[in-house]
């Protein structure tokens, strides 16, 4: 597993010696890109919301048809490659990792360096729910103090300098977030 890079991993939950929970966190530990989908036989759902919570992309329930997995696949290869891309275009907002730079209508929006990260991480998802707890784990220290009403705060300046935008919307999902919308 460690001596080689893959594009995607498929598995189940249900393993020994080291189930599909521990194996999932050990590989978000490494790599929090990758896409992970879990195929199980459970269908309860405390393993589905502890394989989300861990970092999972997706989750299908066994029996599975494989014209549906096949689908699922292209779609977080196609998603992974939007995160693993060094330059993002939606709609009027153009994002670029190297130069760190941003621009609406090739007019440049200043950023700091963590609204320019939880923006891109937000475009690189679009219409994906990005919970509060999950940005702070991402984009802050552990030992910060703040509050992952931080978060919000971080957000409302977003949406002021990304006012001019248009096409792409930064969305309060209540009790859980933010997701971005294009169009």
Sequence with gaps: MYEA?????ITDIMMAPVDGFEFADAIRSSDANIPIIFVSARDDYSAKARGFQIGIDDFMVKPISLPELELRINALLRRAQIVTSRHLEAGSLSMDIDEHSASVN??????TKREFDI?????SYPKKTFTRTQLMQEFWDADTTASTRTVDVYVTR???????????QIQTVHGLGYKVVIG
Excluded: A, N
């Design 5 to 9: 890079q893959f594009d995607i991993i």
């Design 158 to 168: 977003l949406r002021e300098k990304l006012s001019s935008c248009h096409d792409v």
């Design 106 to 111: 090739k007019v440049d929006i200043p950023l």
């Design 119 to 123: 923006l891109f991480k937000l475009v």
